[in-house]
C-alpha cells in the first residue's frame, strides 16, 4: 500500500551551516522544480527571509524520488524556521516527521542552535541521519566533527554522510539514508481523522490556509472539520500538496503532509500545533504538544506621521492574518501620540515586523524599547501583567515583581569563557554548567533575565567573543527580582516614552548611561535642555544640553546656493524620523539608545 512507501523528514542545523541549500539539490534532484523555475534558495519565499537568509515560515514540500531499488517514493521535505523566537514552531513541524537529516557544517562543527534543533528532534522520536556538511571547504575537519556529534549529542554518527551541498556530493546518499532509515509513517486509515496543523498562511481569495500532517484518518473535499483547541467547525473547500506549487488532490490520508481551504476568515481559529477531526466522527482525543504561544516581547510603535496612524493600524491588521503570534492593542503616548503596543515572539521577530512595516506599508515609525512581561503583585493580593513601563504601580503598591527567565546555552572557545562568563554575571546570571565539548569548546548553562537579553546581551556576547560565540535559550518560568521604574526626563518633563524597568543594584549606571547618550543624541535647541533619569522621583543622574550657537545658523547664509540646498535636505532627512516632544525633538536614535550603554 501507498502509506509504505512515503518519508516525512525535516533539515535541522545551525544557521548558515548550508540547510537552505542542501534542500535546492535535493529539490533538483529529485526533478521538483523545472530549472528555469529554480531560484536559489526556492524554500524561503519572503523577500526578507531571503535577503537576511533566514526562514521565517514553514514551507512543506512533495517530492518524489525513485530510488536505487527501482521503486518510487514520496518525500514530504518540511522546512523548519532556524530561529530561537521560532521554538515552538520548530518543534511543531517536527511533530510533523519521522526523521530529520541533522546538518552540521564540517567547518565549524556543533553550534548552539545545532543542539537546540537535535534535541526537540529526539524529543519528537525522530530518527537522525547526521550530515557533515561543506566538506568542499579547505577547512572542514570531518573526522573530528563526527566525533563531536558522537560525544556532544550521544547518537551514532559513524556513517553520517559527507556531504557538499555547494557542488552536490552526497546528496543522493542522503536521500537513500532517507528511504532506508527514516520509517514510513503509520497510522490508521479508518481510525477517526487526526490531523496536526504545523503552519498556516492567509491568501486573500481562499482565506486561511493551514499546512496539516494527517496522522489518523482521512480529509477530502466537503468534509466537516472541527479545529480541537478552538471548536472552529468549517467545510473542507479543497485539499492538495505542494509540488511546490499547490496541486490539489482527492483526499489526505495518514502520513500524508499537504494544505486545506476551507474559506477560514480569521487566523485566530487556526493554530499552529491544534488537531484537526471531523466534526461529525471526533477523535477522542488531539494529538499531544498543543499550546497557545504568549509573546514575550513588548514595544511601543508610533508612525512619525501622525496621518499615518490608520496605515499603520491596516499594515498591523494584515501582517496578523499571516502570523497569528503577533498582538497589538492601540495605546497612546505623551511623547509620541497615538500608536500601538505590540506583542512579539522574540527580537527577531520584532525586528522582522518593524522592518515590513517599514518596507512593505512605506510607514516609518518610531519604536520603544523592548520589554518584557512583568508579573507584579500587589500588596491588596492582586497581581498584574505589565508589559509597558509606564504603567509600572506605584512602588508602595507593591509587594514583590517576577520577571521572566530564560535557560541560556552559550557554546564559545575556550579562551573566551572568562568574558562570556563575566558578561552572564553582570547580566544577572545563574551559573548552571560548564562542560567541554573537546579540548578547544566549552558550553555553558545560565538561567538569566529575559530582560537582560533583550537589553544588550546578544551584542555584547558578540562583541566580547570576536562572534565566536553561539547562543540560545528556552523560557524557564520566573524569578522575584528587586525592580524599579526608570523614568527619563527632557527640559524637566517625564518622557513617557522612554521610561524602563531596572534591577535596583543596576539604575545608577543605566541611568547614568542612557543620559550621557541622549545628550549626544538630540539635537541643539535654542535653549538649553537638562537631561535627567529619576528612580521613584528622585533624580540620579544629569547632563546638560547646551543651547546653540548662534553663529552656527548664520554660517548657513550667504554660502553658495547648493551647499545651502544640500544643508536644508540633511535637515528635512534628520526631521523625518523625529518626534517634537514639549519643544524639544527627539530622533528615533533616542529610543534605541535606551538600549544600549556603550
Ligand atoms: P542555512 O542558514 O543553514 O539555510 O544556510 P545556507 O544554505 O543559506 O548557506 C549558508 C552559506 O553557506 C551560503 O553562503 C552558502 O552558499 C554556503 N554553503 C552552503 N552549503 C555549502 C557547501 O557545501 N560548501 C560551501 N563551501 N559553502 C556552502
Ligand atoms: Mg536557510
Not at 117 to 138: S, T
Not at 187 to 198: K, S, V
Not at 472 to 501: F, P, W
Request: glycine share 6%; aromatic share 8%; hydrophobic share 40%.
Amino acid at each position: 500500500d501507498r502509506q509504505k512507501f512515503i518519508r516525512n523528514f525535516s533539515i535541522i542545523a545551525h544557521i548558515d551551516h548550508g540547510k537552505s541549500t542542501l534542500a535546492d539539490r535535493i529539490l533538483e534532484m529529485t526533478s521538483s522544480v523545472e530549472k528555469r523555475k529554480m531560484k536559489e534558495q526556492l524554500l524561503d519565499s519572503m523577500d526578507l527571509e531571503r535577503e537576511r537568509g533566514i526562514t521565517i515560515k514553514l514551507n512543506a514540500v512533495q517530492l518524489t524520488y525513485k530510488a536505487k531499488d527501482n521503486q518510487e517514493y514520496i518525500l514530504h521535505l518540511i522546512d523548519t524556521p532556524g530561529h530561537v523566537d521560532f521554538t515552538y514552531e520548530v518543534s511543531r513541524s517536527l511533530a510533523a516527521c519521522e526523521g530529520a537529516v541533522l546538518v552540521v557544517d564540517a567547518a565549524q562543527g556543533i553550534q548552539a542552535q545545532t543542539l537546540a534543533n537535535v534535541y526537540l528532534a529526539l524529543d519528537n522520536n525522530l530518527e537522525i541521519i547526521p550530515v557533515l556538511n561543506k566538506i568542499d571547504l579547505p577547512s572542514a575537519e570531518p573526522e573530528k566533527v563526527r566525533r563531536e556529534i558522537e560525544e556532544v549529542i550521544g547518537i551514532d554518527a559513524s556513517n553520517a554522510v559527507k556531504a557538499s551541498g555547494k557542488s552536490g556530493l552526497g546528496v543522493d546518499e542522503i536521500l537513500e539514508r532517507i528511504i532506508k532509515d527514516v520509517k514510513a509513517p503509520d497510522g490508521d486509515e479508518n481510525a477517526p481523522l487526526q490531523a496536526l496543523i504545523f503552519d498556516s498562511f492567509f491568501d486573500a481569495y481562499r482565506g486561511v490556509v493551514p499546512t496539516i500532517r494527517v496522522i489518523n484518518g482521512s480529509i477530502k473535499k466537503g468534509d466537516m472539520i472541527e479545529f480541537m483547541a478552538t471548536k472552529a467547525k468549517f467545510e473542507v473547500v479543497e485539499v492538495g500538496v505542494y509540488t511546490p506549487t499547490q496541486k490539489v488532490v482527492d483526499v489526505l490520508g495518514p502520513g500524508d503532509v499537504g494544505y486545506l481551504t476551507a474559506a477560514i476568515k480569521t487566523l485566530n481559529e487556526v493554530r499552529v500545533g491544534d488537531t484537526i477531526t471531523h466534526a461529525t466522527k471526533r477523535a477522542e482525543k488531539p494529538l499531544p504538544g498543543y499550546r497557545t504561544l504568549n509573546p514575550v516581547v513588548f514595544c511601543g510603535l508610533y508612525p512619525i506621521d501622525p496621518d499615518q496612524y490608520q496605515d499603520l493600524k491596516d499594515a498591523l491588521e494584515k501582517l496578523k492574518l499571516n502570523d497569528a503570534s503577533l498582538i497589538y492593542e492601540p495605546e497612546t503616548s505623551q511623547a509620541l501620540g497615538f500608536g500601538f503596543r505590540t506583542g512579539f515572539l522574540g527580537l527577531l521577530h520584532m525586528d522582522i515586523i518593524q522592518e515590513r512595516i517599514s518596507r512593505e506599508f512605506n510607514i516609518e515609525l518610531i519604536a520603544t524599547a523592548p520589554s518584557v512581561v512583568y508579573h507584579v503583585y500587589m500588596t491588596n493580593g492582586e497581581k498584574i501583567l505589565v508589559d509597558n513601563p509606564t504603567f509600572l504601580p506605584d512602588i508602595q503598591k507593591i509587594d514583590y515583581i517576577n520577571e521572566p527567565v530564560v535557560k541560556a546555552t552559550i557554546m564559545c572557545p575556550k579562551d573566551y569563557v572568562g568574558s562570556v562568563m563575566d558578561i552572564c554575571q553582570k547580566k544577572r546570571g545563574i551559573f548552571i554548567d560548564m562542560k567541554y565539548m573537546d579540548q578547544t569548546r566549552v558550553l555553558l548553562t545560565y538561567r538569566l533575565p529575559l530582560a537582560e537579553i533583550v537589553y544588550d546581551f546578544f551584542d555584547k556576547l558578540k562583541s566580547s567573543t570576536k562572534g565566536y560565540a553561539s547562543f540560545d535559550y528556552v523560557l524557564d518560568g520566573y524569578m522575584a527580582s528587586d525592580l524599579r521604574k526608570m523614568d527619563i526626563l527632557l527640559n524637566g518633563e517625564v518622557v513617557d516614552a522612554l521610561s524602563v524597568i531596572v534591577h535596583k543594584e543596576f539604575a545608577y549606571q543605566r541611568g547614568k548611561a542612557i543620559v550621557e547618550k541622549l545628550k549626544t543624541l538630540i539635537p541643539r535647541q535654542m535653549f538649553e535642555i537638562p537631561v535627567q533619569a529619576a528612580l521613584g522621583g528622585k533624580i540620579i543622574a544629569r547632563e546638560t544640553i547646551k543651547a546653540m550657537r548662534k553663529d552656527v545658523l548664520a554660517k548657513c547664509y550667504g554660502g553658495d546656493i547648493s551647499r545651502k540646498k544640500k544643508l536644508l535636505e540633511k535637515q528635512k532627512e534628520g526631521k523625518k524620523r523625529m518626534k517634537t516632544f514639549g519643544r524639544v525633538d527627539i530622533p528615533q536614535s533616542a529610543f534605541m539608545a535606551i538600549l544600549s550603554n556603550s
